[in-house]
């Protein structure tokens, strides 16, 4: 069974870029959200994905936005990078009643 | 969702029985009890959850009191892998609903092992 894994590991990106982070489920999950974790603090809830819509959302403002693809796999797009946006930013799979599961993370750094 | 409360930090030797307590006083009743654990530089990774029965797996025990206004994760041989940043948290279970993804994470408890 394949875990959830994200991709890049880290990056680094200057203010006012756009940034894509890419994130595969693990196998069996259809539902996917992103969450963003500052440093020394707990995760943050972005948004989530199923059947490739979004169908919950955060205190984000949208130019935090995503994408789920047919094989479950899922985008997380943020436009116009501030500062406060560097932070590690998890991607989580979930299926019909099971837990949800975590990737370990992109570290953002933005400069 | 159920606010928790958690001690911020905690110390066990290793080899010893570990408690973690959580408070959840305004608990729902469909609401599950979930744990989860964060080690250095990697995501969240789920331990136990459950609903008002003791629960026992391959990581750790749950023990939830009769009201269920607080709970108890025990692992029960700490070992210097266990030193993590252990989280509890409390929402519904179940298909759909625009919160399903979701869990609010609070501060957590920094369990730290010793040798």
């Known amino acids: 069974e394949t875990g959830v894994t994200q991709s890049p590991t880290h990056l680094i990106k200057t203010r006012g870029q756009q940034v894509t982070l890419r994130c595969s489920s693990q196998?069996?999950?259809?539902?996917v959200s992103w969450y963003q974790q500052a440093l020394g603090q707990g995760p943050q809830f972005i948004f989530q994905y199923y059947r490739e819509e979004e169908n919950g959302r955060g205190n984000f403002p949208p130019r935090f936005s995503g994408l789920q693809f047919p094989n479950y796999s899922s985008e997380l797009n943020v436009n116009a990078l501030e500062l406060d946006d560097s932070a590690l930013y998890l991607c989580?799979?979930?299926?019909?009643?099971?837990?949800?599961?975590f990737g370990n993370g992109t570290r953002l750094t933005v400069t | 969702d159920a606010k928790t409360t958690q001690p911020p930090s905690m110390d066990c030797a290793e080899g010893r029985a570990a408690n973690l307590p959580c408070n959840h006083s305004t608990i729902s009743g469909n609401e599950y009890v979930y744990w989860y654990r964060q080690i250095h530089s990697q995501g969240p990774q789920y331990i136990i959850h459950?609903?008002?029965n003791n629960e026992t797996n391959e990581m750790a025990s749950l023990i939830i009191t009769e009201d269920r206004k607080s709970s108890t994760l025990i692992l029960p041989h700490a070992t210097l892998r266990d030193t993590a940043v252990y989280y509890c948290?409390?929402?519904?279970?179940?298909?759909?609903?625009?919160?399903?993804?979701?869990?609010?994470f609070g501060q957590g408890t920094i369990l730290t092992v010793h040798p």
């Open positions: 459950g609903l008002k």
């Open positions: 948290i409390v929402r519904v279970a179940g298909a759909g609903g625009t919160s399903y993804g979701k869990l609010t």
């Open positions: 196998s069996g999950h259809n539902t």
């Open positions: 989580a799979s979930s299926s019909v009643a099971s837990p949800l599961h």
